[in-house]
């Protein structure tokens, strides 16, 4: 099978990658490097029998001849390019309004032009400012207001969402959403805000860990390989398509207690810093206090059951990152 991977540079995409191809099928991957990275491939590069099934298109998913011509080569589409991170959205509000919806829907528009199967990765942003738990796909959505640039992250999603959704209703597209709780493994940087990897390299570095606000907010998080592999059955699965999943761990944690347990983890001497938010993002910033999916409909369907307690990820990610200071 031909596995088109948008984002494939990225670290989910180059998870998805190493498991297409470990499964003996051909990947083509189109990234723009905006947030991945060539050392994400790399290894795939080095093995002889994988180069022979890895083609890498270093260009923007906005570049439709390019599209045209990779999406009707391709089986199946698995689009995880996207602008991601707090941080990178708030800096980059522009671009990744302009990603994560024109892009979109150039791959919804050439999939159903080809008649392919497409996988939409979206966010458990999508769901806004709750606080009860878990989250169901069919839950209501509450955002802030636009002068809050955060929630354009999640308004920009919701609206792939939509375009997904519609193109199933319309032409009978054969096309599922999938939304990702903090995914979490090596290879993620800390650079655009990611949590783990961030205080991991503090920890590593001996310096304070940065917990912004209170440090009471939770979330749970998902180790990436169990993410891949609900991406591969999902995308195969007739039933999955018209529809939204969750896609998350259980193990709801406090970033406070989080900090504690990587500087215990990682035997560090690292202080936890609690920082205001303002100080961290300015004042137009709201974070999320909670966020905890409800994984039934995804259980029920392909039997995801997420086994990789945090502590095992921790150390997966700590063991990673010792190796590769760069990441941090
Ligand atoms: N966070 C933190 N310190 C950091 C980075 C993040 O306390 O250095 C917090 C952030 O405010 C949020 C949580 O960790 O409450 C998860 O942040 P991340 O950006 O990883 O993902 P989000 O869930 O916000 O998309």
Known sequence: MRVLITGGA????????????????????????????????????????????????IDSILNRDIMMELVGTCDVVH?????????????????????NIQGTEIVLDLCNKFK????????????????????????????????KFRWSYAASKLMDEFMSLAYFRTTGLKVT??????????????????????????ALKHEPLTVYGDGLQTRTFTYVKDVVWAFMRLVENDAAFG??????????????????????ATNSSSEIQLIPYEKAFGKDFEDMQRRVPGIDKIGKLIGFDPQTPLDAILAKVISSMRKRTDTI
């Open 79 to 99: 689009h995880l390019a996207a602008a991601v991170g707090v941080e990178f959205i708030l800096d980059h509000p522009m671009e990744s309004i302009k990603t």
């Open 243 to 264: 529809e939204v999943f969750n896609i998350g761990g259980i193990e709801e944690i406090s970033m406070a207690d989080l900090a504690r347990r990587i500087v215990a």
């Open 177 to 202: 959403i999938a939304r990702l709780f903090n995914t979490v493994g090596p290879r993620q940087t800390g650079a655009y805000g990611m949590v783990i990897p961030r205080f991991i390299g503090q």
């Open 116 to 147: 392919k199967r497409v996988l939409i990765a979206s966010t458990s942003e999508v769901y806004g400012k709750h606080t009860h738990a878990p989250l169901v796909e069919t839950d209501n959505i509450i955002y802030g207001p636009s002068s």
């Open 10 to 57: 990225g670290f989910i995409g180059s998870h998805l990658a190493d498991a297409y191809l470990e499964n003996g099928d051909e990947v083509y991957i189109i990234d723009d490097l905006s947030t991945g990275s060539l050392d994400n491939i790399a290894h795939l590069k080095e093995k002889g029998a994988y180069r022979k099934r890895l083609f890498v298109h």
